[in-house]
């Protein structure tokens, strides 16, 4: 089964959702004038977990990745509890590296350490959950006609440091340093989330590959989306990389998942008031669906990401 | 590693804990005036799942035994996310069920879903996540010299099913369904920990069996507890199935695990105010321990109960 059939499946049965429906980067309830956000993403060794990957570097992204969905609601992360599956025959090393890697990420983001469960499991199992707090979430669904799209950071860097790494290629220590800090040991974008909170009708962070995020955001939203190529801030070394094998940079900055960085909508207005670097990528149309407009020609664009549950996790093109 | 080594493994590294130290059933922090109650559980089918429960009763127990964890602190369970590690050939049927049960439970508690993740795995893994909130929460440190020690429910049918069904046994229909009630579909104190968030000292709820239970709440607390066996509520049909095996019934409560039942303290002169069912099996005392008073015999109690990853979960005598 798809990813996408087990959601609904379980969809069917699941007919009390918070106060707001599921469907953003967490779920999130009204506890008087705050929001409580709330999210959860288990990382599995063998589909999650490239072999050039330390434990700490894998315990502090098991934390990012769950950060990161409560930064994009435009909450303050106030605490972390996780869920360990552990093989009987895991190197007692390792474990503590991955102990040592949450630990890192607590002290990096300022989180508590709530809860905590080990269990033995056939392979490593990392369950992070993370709840924040609002004072308005910021969902996928309030984009509207005539808004700016913007994106924080630069993309790419994550997928061309994976296709590095998984294609054996030949790049220079520099390169391959500033790729690799970006696929091994991404951060959170937490306090533009909650300057976000503030100024923007809506945001997602990118998990699945910028495209597969802004179909979710203009879906969610009832709108278009236009992307114009040329704006998009393509990270050091992704050019190189897509270069060496024949794949249009663009394409890898589309595809390119566990960025981690903040997609949002704003009003043209507002965009000024805005105090952190982030690139205006696009715009919010009326017409609904995801295009790409380049030298006067509008096409649509191609679903490019990450796609789970099938086999391994692979970019699908 | 043993569960015990891993957890002071990661405690060595987890310097920033909550509004409470790790230690409780749950983590808290002090939200204004109240407090968010949050814990975290999984469920691996190969060590946690015997093969005749149906996935309904899995999926209701993955929310059972967080639910309960929100109830021994006193709190108001407000939430539920769960992820799943779901094995590329599970029969689509089979994680039906696990989402009916998950839906069946949370309209058990009333309690909305704020999230949920999926995932590839080699085995089928739940992994619970619930919220509450608490006026005050209720500790396993709170325990008193002078005060009563007392337990809802009854004890003893989940361990007894377990038995029945490991060892064939022979038993009469009635038995069997009693005993398989509380073996496949255990149910969380939720209105009886609300209650005692304002009368108890302490509390915690039977999830690895009531002598171990026993030792952390007294461990935790800084006394000593005094159990009288013969006050015991042993359940229907336990007394029955230890007599098959040449068991002692009293051991079989004691060690009987994933009850969900509330072990409680209170002051004498509370203790008539509760109003719902509940038995006095004990007194909190200042000699530090944990012990059984039989016939004016003092005697240590076994640490009998669930031991986790060594091979597999068994019951440890």
């Known amino acids: 089964m798809r990813e996408s059939e087990i959601i609904d499946l379980f969809l069917r049965h699941l007919n009390r959702q918070g106060d707001l429906p599921l469907g953003d980067d967490a779920g999130a309830l009204k506890l008087g004038e705050k929001w409580l956000v709330a999210t959860n993403d288990m990382l599995v060794r063998k589909t999650d977990v490239p072999d050039i990957m330390t434990p700490e570097q894998v315990g502090f992204k098991a934390v990012t990745m769950n950060v990161s969905d409560i930064a994009s609601m435009g909450a303050r992360p ?53 709840l924040g707090l609002a004072e308005r979430p910021l969902t996928r669904s309030g984009a509207r006609p005539g808004e700016l799209l913007c994106v924080t950071g630069d993309l790419g860097r994550a997928l061309a440091g994976y296709l590095v790494w998984k294609n054996g290629l030949e790049v220079s220590d520099a390169v391959r340093k500033v790729l690799y800090e970006k696929f091994l040991e991404p951060r959170a974008r937490v306090e533009e989330g909650i300057a976000l909170s503030t100024v ?75 105090d952190f670097e982030f690139s205006v990528i696009g715009v919010v149309t009326n017409q609904k669906g995801v295009y790409s407009v380049a030298n006067g020609t509008k096409k649509c664009l191609p679903r490019l990401g990450w796609e789970h549950l099938s086999h391994q996790k692979v970019y699908n093109r």
């Open 200 to 274: 923007a009708s809506s945001a997602i962070d990118i998990s699945d590959g910028l495209a597969k995020e802004l179909y979710l955001l203009a879906e969610m939203s009832g709108v278009g989306l236009e992307v114009y190529p040329e704006r998009l801030p393509i990270g050091e070394g992704v050019e190189e990389v897509a270069g060496l094998l024949g794949l249009d940079p663009v394409e890898v900055a589309l595809a390119s998942g566990e960025e981690f960085e903040l997609v949002f909508t704003v009003p043209p207005d507002i965009v000024d008031s805005i």
């Open 78 to 130: 106030i605490g972390f509890l996780f869920s360990l599956g552990i093989p009987g025959d895991l190197d007692s090393d390792y474990l503590e590296g991955i102990a040592r890697g949450i630990g890192e990420a607590l002290n990096f983001y300022g989180l508590p350490v709530l809860s905590a469960d080990t269990n033995e499991a056939d392979d490593l199992i990392i369950d992070g959950i993370a």
